[in-house]
């Protein structure tokens, strides 16, 4: 099994991205390229082949590519984001993983953003948030569960998406900020709490046996390596100015 990577080059728009929660400051836009170079190079070196999706210069938060799909075993779910400045990324990202996967899609009324859906072995956490309705919600309930998949709805307050608050670590374990969504939902599961000084550091992304990690969160880094996972760091405070984490930048395909 191997995985694909499908990832982005950071739009020279960036400084024009959507943001919710944080106020807009000046983001660097070599050193945002540098950093993530830093994070496909981690992809490559954890095993990832690297797929580049087509340039989008006009389209400020198209590194974001997570947000515009769900890929699961046998299918993928090609979402509708919920800001409309988003939507002109999808074409692309359709092209791309149409070549791995058939394809299901969300559609008006409803908006689902790909950092709102956490899968966990069968189960699919779905935040509700400004940018996921409870209509997105239903209609990847209704793609997924006859196709072996449990949605599990999660109320999410004061971030942008779901995986701003929590993130997998393997199947069973996930790492969490109580803060920011209802926790009651993940009963059951084994939960590695965040370091409290580090509100942002629940979003990582497991792949070849490694936790990429936004570099900035030593707190957190200890708890995870006190915990036994592999880190590996990556800088990432470009893109955080932009509500961007680690998750956001890749959408992994595996592949026989
Ligand atoms: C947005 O607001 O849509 C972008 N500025 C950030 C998207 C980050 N994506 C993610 O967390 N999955």
């Keep these: ?13 960036i400084i024009r ?3 919710t929660h944080l106020a807009r400051t000046p983001i660097d836009l070599d050193r945002a390229r540098a950093q993530h170079a830093e994070y496909i190079a981690a992809l490559a070196e954890l095993g990832c082949d690297i797929e580049w999706l087509p340039p989008e210069p006009g389209l400020p938060d198209a590194v974001f590519v997570e947000d515009t799909a769900i890929v699961l075993e046998d299918f993928a779910v090609i979402t509708r984001p919920g800001a409309e400045s988003r939507r002109a990324e999808l074409p692309s990202v ?7 996967r058939p394809l299901h899609h969300i559609t008006a009324p409803g908006t689902l953003d790909g950092g709102d859906v956490l899968r966990m072995g069968r189960a699919l956490y779905a935040g509700e948030t400004l940018r996921t309705n409870a209509e997105g919600i239903s209609q990847l309930a209704a793609i997924v569960t006859r196709r072996g998949y449990a949605v599990c ?11 701003s608050a929590v993130t997998a670590l393997d199947e069973r ?9 209802e926790v009651t939902r993940f ?5 590695v709490d965040i370091d409290p000084a580090e509100p942002f550091a629940a979003n990582t992304l497991a792949v070849g046996g490694a936790l990429i990690h936004a570099a900035e969160f030593p707190g957190t880094r200890a708890i995870l390596a006190g915990a036994g996972y592999i880190v590996r760091p990556v800088p990432a405070s470009e893109l955080a100015k932009a509500e961007g984490g680690v998750t956001c930048c890749s959408l992994i395909v595996a592949v026989d």
């Excluded at 709805?153 to 995986?163: F, I, N, S, T």
């Design 173 to 181: 374990t996930a790492l969490i900020n109580r803060e920011w969504i």
């Design 187 to 191: 009963a059951g599961r084994r939960l």
């Design 1 to 13: 099994m191997r995985h694909v990577a499908l990832v982005r080059e950071v739009s020279p728009e």
């Design 94 to 100: 359709i092209a791309a993983l149409g070549r791995y």
């Design 17 to 19: 991205c959507e943001l």
């Design 153 to 163: 709805a999660v109320p999410v307050h004061g971030c942008l998406h779901l995986k």
